[in-house]
């Protein structure tokens, strides 16, 4: 009986050592799910790329055994610009591997997006010159200079690319032309002087569709953007007829570097990974200017933390000489949206300009209303006749006048014209075409508050009208007892608008981030923009499409930026950033001021659209700048509660940290924002004379409402030995008002005009940035 006892006790003990070692393997399988985490080191230790690896090997082997484990687990090293590796981890594995006394931060692999003729001349950089000099021509069109471009891609053989009449390629490049799908080495040429894909990072989120495992573009944002940057020239360049002229980059000698780490997945999409390792070739290749259209949406990952690619990225790029340019986002009208924030990049906003593509429809009473379209016809060809057709108005109450998806039926829609009202201003125009072609609608009158977002239809013919003409037509449609309307083709029209309007879709200020950083620092045209786009449709050789976006603005600051650097070649990044600030205009080309197309269509003001337009050719001689070294910038990040280990590994040296809420307000920006004003604060600034030797500026205030604002000294005189100067600004609060005061501090020399746009919020108590 005890042998049996015994022997049932031996069974139970191994049923409960089974169940045991069951739980640990289910554990350790669910542990053991690895995710690319990026290792972030900050500075590099060595200089020499393979040994540098050899150190990300021999740190990673540490955690996971062996070398051959490590080289398996990494999937790319970062050498060039900066230190630090992506690799598959487990949540176990990255949390252990954080704690490494050289690691700074371990960021998981995450998802970002893109932010998506004419316009050149429109800015000012006409060519040919009606004039014997603007920056266009003083730049030799950024002859000499390597514009990186980090986007989905290029498709090579559009016209926009050939490297007719440019120079060699720059002594100083470093790079590769990449070979993959579709896409020769012999591809490159002295346009197209590289190109890169970094592809690794993504695929570990998405099976890729449709793709070019290649430099090759699939998804067009990438070829829109690099030739707005800096495409050749090409004549007659339009879209189906539309904007008919001569397509060309901001800098139009410039050589692009292309750096594929945007991949086509419903939409443009990035990784933290690729886009790293981007930025890291980029530097090492030997760009001048890096363009980035590409950002995270909200909330925004902290690049106090360093734990956005972006702005650790561009930050190693600034540090060593390369301005990187980006754009702000589209999220807005909604203000604290604005992406892209770090105080380091140029980060750009997007306006109207003033073409105008004027679209008829002619009611049955014979009244002619006005909107605006894309769809000229030449695509289908059942749009020749322009007959008029029955009109039909969605506002049932049984079914959505926005025209959603599945909001119309046959009965009502067939073989009509369908007046839809767009419930919210982030449905667009091409879903309720859709709704309205699947219930076998022939037309789409769109009505919407904001009428600066245009796409072609293409299936059927498409019209945006503003609410004002969209209340009129169904005003017309309820008194008539058989409403029609014939449906226009557009026309291409320039000069007819007030421009430049800050787009709706342009996200806005203050930063939710570093609210004492104004943001964005410029706008530039992003609507409607033309430029080259891939001819995935054979019949097209030579394709150009109309594309809105910030990261359509983005670019022709790039190019605008490669014009600068080609003539500034010892400005720094920060220096050419405050040029185009503090030149921009705050009045449109109609000599009234720039207003925004939010909700409320009010004057723009500094959080809309930063400094204001871009003016390229005052930026060539902005008088004064106001300049930033990385130091600084680090200090400005310790002040934000960057810590000891961090800063010490990004200076390669030893460094004291103290937050300090008044070194927040201190960094030397082209523009000073104070977010909680609840007492006398008093801001430092210093300017470095980059105009006549021998001058002598005055100060000009204009005061934030409710704001008393002084300066001293209040007149700055420069001369040979005499070259860089500092200055106090002093503001106290008169009234508290509860949210932001705009205004401006303006030093001249009655021949230049340095403008710093000032952004303020009065508070008696508890602002998190009281000072």
Same mark, same amino acid.
């Given at each position: 009986?005890?042998?049996?006892?015994?022997?049932?006790?031996?069974?139970?003990?191994?049923?409960?050592?089974?169940?045991?070692?069951?739980?640990?393997?289910?554990?350790?399988?669910?542990?053991?799910?690895?995710?690319?985490?990026?290792?972030?080191?900050?500075?590099?230790?060595?200089?020499?790329?393979?040994?540098?690896?050899?150190?990300?090997?021999?740190?990673?082997?540490?955690?996971?055994?062996?070398?051959?484990?490590?080289?398996?687990?990494?999937?790319?090293?970062?050498?060039?610009?900066?230190?630090?590796?992506?690799?598959?981890?487990?949540?176990?594995?990255?949390?252990?591997?954080?704690?490494?006394?050289?690691?700074? #931060?371990?960021?998981?692999?995450?998802?970002?997006?893109?932010?998506?003729?004419?316009?050149?001349?429109?800015?000012?950089?006409?060519?040919?010159?009606?004039? *014997?000099?603007?920056?266009?021509?003083?730049?030799?069109?950024?002859?000499?200079?390597?514009?990186?471009?980090?986007? *989905?891609?290029?498709?090579?053989?559009?016209?926009?690319?050939?490297?007719?009449?440019?120079?060699?390629?720059?002594?100083?490049? #470093?790079?590769?032309?990449?070979?993959? %799908?579709?896409?020769?080495?012999?591809?490159?040429?002295?346009?197209?002087?590289?190109?890169?894909?970094?592809?690794?990072?993504?695929?570990?989120?998405?099976?890729?569709?449709?793709?070019?495992?290649?430099?090759?573009? /699939?998804?067009?944002?990438?070829?829109?953007?690099?030739?707005? /940057?800096?495409?050749?020239?090409?004549?007659?360049?339009?879209?189906?007829?539309?904007?008919?002229?001569? /397509?060309?980059?901001?800098?139009?000698?410039?050589?692009?570097?292309?750096?594929?780490?945007?991949? !086509?997945?419903?939409?443009?999409?990035?990784?933290?990974?690729?886009?790293?390792?981007?930025?890291?070739?980029?530097?090492?290749?030997?760009?001048?200017?890096?363009?980035?259209?590409?950002?995270?949406?909200?909330?925004?990952?902290?690049?106090?933390?360093?734990?956005?690619?972006?702005?650790?990225?561009?930050?190693?790029?600034?540090?060593?000489?390369?301005?990187?340019?980006?754009?702000?986002?589209?999220?807005?009208?909604?203000?604290?949206?604005?992406?892209?924030?770090?105080?380091?990049?140029?980060?750009?906003?997007?306006?109207?300009?003033?073409?105008?593509?004027?679209?008829?429809?002619? !009611?049955?009473?014979?009244?002619?209303?006005?909107?605006?379209?894309?769809?000229?016809?030449?695509?289908?060809?059942?749009?020749?006749?322009?007959?008029?057709?029955?009109?039909?108005?969605?506002?049932?109450? #049984?079914?959505?006048?926005?025209?959603?998806?599945?909001?119309?039926?046959?009965?009502?829609?067939?073989?009509?014209?369908?007046?839809?009202?767009?419930?919210?201003?982030?449905?667009?125009?091409?879903?309720?075409?859709?709704?309205?072609?699947?219930?076998?609608?022939?037309?789409?009158?769109? /009505?919407?508050?904001?009428?600066?977002?245009?796409?072609?239809?293409?299936?059927?013919?498409?019209?945006?009208?503003?609410?004002?003409?969209?209340?009129?037509?169904?005003?017309?449609?309820?008194?008539?007892?058989?409403?029609?309307?014939?449906?226009?083709?557009?026309?291409?029209?320039?000069?007819?608008?007030?421009?430049? #309007?800050?787009?709706?879709?342009?996200?806005?200020?203050?930063?939710?981030?570093?609210?004492?950083?104004? %943001?964005?620092?410029?706008?530039?045209?992003?609507?409607?923009?033309?430029?080259?786009?891939?001819?995935?449709?054979?019949?097209?050789?030579?394709?150009?499409?109309?594309?809105?976006?910030?990261?359509?603005?983005?670019?022709?600051?790039?190019?605008?930026?490669?014009?600068?650097?080609?003539?500034?070649?010892?400005?720094?990044?920060?220096?050419?950033?405050?040029?185009?600030?503090?030149?921009? *205009?705050?009045?449109?080309?109609?000599?009234?001021?720039?207003?925004?197309?939010?909700?409320?269509?009010?004057?723009?003001?500094?959080?809309?659209?930063?400094?204001?337009?871009?003016?390229?050719?005052?930026?060539?001689?902005?008088?004064?700048?106001?300049?930033?070294?990385?130091?600084?910038?680090?200090?400005?990040?310790?002040?934000?509660?960057? +810590?000891?280990?961090?800063?010490?590994?990004?200076?390669?040296?030893?460094?004291?940290?103290?937050?300090?809420?008044?070194?927040?307000? +201190?960094?030397?920006?082209?523009?000073?924002?104070?977010?909680?004003?609840?007492?006398?604060?008093?801001?430092?600034?210093?300017?470095?004379?980059?105009?006549?030797?021998?001058?002598?500026?005055?100060?000009?205030?204009?005061?934030?409402?409710?704001?008393?604002?002084?300066?001293?000294?209040?007149?700055?005189?420069?001369?040979?030995?005499?070259?860089?100067?500092?200055?106090?600004?002093?503001?106290?609060?008169?009234?508290?008002?509860?949210?932001?005061?705009?205004?401006?501090?303006?030093?001249?020399?009655?021949?230049?005009?340095?403008?710093?746009?000032?952004?303020?919020?009065?508070?008696?108590?508890?602002?998190?940035?009281?000072?």
């Amino acid at each position: 009986m005890g042998a049996r006892k015994n022997q049932l006790l031996r069974i139970l003990v191994f049923i409960l050592l089974l169940l045991q070692y069951c739980l640990q393997i289910s554990l350790t399988l669910v542990d053991a799910k690895t995710t690319v985490h990026v290792v972030y080191m900050g500075e590099k230790k060595y200089e020499d790329p393979d040994t540098l690896t050899k150190s990300h090997h021999k740190i990673l082997s540490t955690l996971l055994g062996s070398k051959e484990a490590a080289k398996r687990s990494i999937i790319y090293s970062y050498k060039h610009g900066f230190s630090g590796f992506a690799a598959r981890l487990t949540e176990t594995q990255a949390k252990k591997i954080a704690e490494h006394p050289e690691v700074l #931060r371990v960021i998981p692999n995450g998802i970002l997006q893109s932010h998506t003729t004419r316009s050149w001349d429109f800015m000012g950089l006409n060519y040919p010159s009606p004039s *014997s000099k603007n920056l266009l021509t003083e730049s030799n069109m950024g002859k000499g200079t390597i514009i990186g471009v980090i986007d *989905s891609g290029v498709w090579p053989e559009s016209e926009s690319f050939n490297d007719e009449g440019m120079d060699p390629v720059p002594s100083h490049w #470093r790079g590769i032309c990449q070979e993959g %799908k579709k896409f020769n080495s012999s591809i490159c040429n002295k346009k197209l002087i590289g190109a890169r894909y970094f592809v690794k990072g993504i695929m570990e989120h998405f099976e890729l569709h449709g793709e070019f495992l290649s430099p090759r573009d /699939a998804n067009g944002h990438g070829t829109h953007t690099a030739s707005t /940057a800096a495409g050749y020239f090409v004549e007659k360049a339009n879209y189906e007829g539309l904007a008919t002229g001569l /397509a060309r980059g901001g800098a139009p000698l410039a050589h692009l570097a292309i750096y594929k780490a945007c991949w !086509l997945i419903g939409q443009c999409r990035s990784s933290d990974a690729d886009l790293l390792k981007a930025f890291d070739k980029a530097i090492h290749d030997g760009v001048d200017v890096i363009s980035v259209s590409i950002g995270n949406g909200i909330p925004l990952p902290s690049h106090i933390d360093q734990s956005n690619s972006i702005a650790i990225g561009s930050f190693h790029a600034i540090s060593k000489g390369i301005p990187v340019v980006a754009s702000a986002g589209n999220d807005g009208p909604t203000s604290q949206t604005i992406g892209n924030d770090a105080p380091w990049i140029i980060t750009v906003g997007a306006t109207t300009s003033d073409r105008n593509l004027p679209t008829a429809i002619t !009611l049955g009473n014979k009244q002619i209303l006005w909107g605006q379209s894309m769809d000229s016809g030449k695509s289908n060809h059942r749009f020749t006749s322009l007959a008029y057709s029955e009109l039909v108005a969605v506002d049932s109450p #049984r079914v959505s006048a926005d025209c959603q998806e599945g909001s119309l039926n046959a009965t009502l829609a067939a073989g009509k014209i369908i007046l839809c009202f767009s419930a919210t201003d982030a449905q667009d125009m091409g879903s309720a075409a859709v709704t309205v072609k699947n219930a076998g609608g022939i037309g789409l009158i769109f /009505a919407q508050s904001y009428s600066d977002l245009l796409f072609p239809c293409g299936f059927i013919l498409c019209i945006k009208v503003d609410f004002e003409v969209g209340t009129q037509i169904l005003n017309y449609i309820r008194r008539a007892s058989s409403p029609v309307a014939k449906l226009g083709f557009p026309k291409t029209v320039i000069g007819n608008l007030a421009s430049p #309007r800050v787009a709706s879709f342009s996200s806005r200020g203050p930063g939710s981030l570093s609210p004492s950083v104004l %943001k964005p620092d410029i706008v530039a045209p992003g609507v409607d923009i033309l430029a080259a786009y891939p001819a995935l449709n054979s019949k097209r050789t030579n394709a150009f499409e109309f594309m809105s976006g910030t990261s359509m603005a983005c670019p022709h600051v790039s190019g605008i930026v490669a014009l600068i650097k080609s003539t500034k070649r010892d400005w720094s990044p920060a220096a050419i950033r405050s040029a185009l600030v503090t030149t921009a *205009s705050q009045t449109g080309k109609d000599g009234v001021s720039i207003f925004e197309l939010g909700s409320s269509r009010k004057p723009a003001d500094p959080f809309d659209m930063g400094g204001g337009f871009v003016n390229p050719n005052k930026a060539m001689d902005p008088g004064l700048v106001y300049d930033i070294t990385p130091a600084e910038y680090i200090q400005f990040l310790c002040s934000m509660g960057h +810590n000891n280990k961090s800063i010490s590994r990004q200076l390669m040296t030893t460094a004291s940290c103290k937050r300090n809420n008044h070194m927040r307000l +201190n960094l030397n920006l082209p523009s000073i924002t104070i977010p909680g004003l609840s007492k006398t604060v008093t801001v430092t600034r210093k300017v470095t004379n980059v105009g006549h030797i021998h001058s002598i500026y005055k100060a000009v205030l204009e005061p934030p409402y409710g704001i008393k604002m002084s300066v001293e000294p209040q007149v700055l005189s420069f001369n040979v030995t005499n070259k860089i100067m500092s200055f106090k600004v002093t503001f106290s609060a008169q009234e508290v008002r509860g949210g932001y005061t705009f205004g401006s501090l303006t030093w001249t020399d009655g021949e230049h005009f340095v403008r710093s746009p000032v952004a303020v919020r009065a508070v008696k108590f508890g602002s998190n940035y009281e000072v």
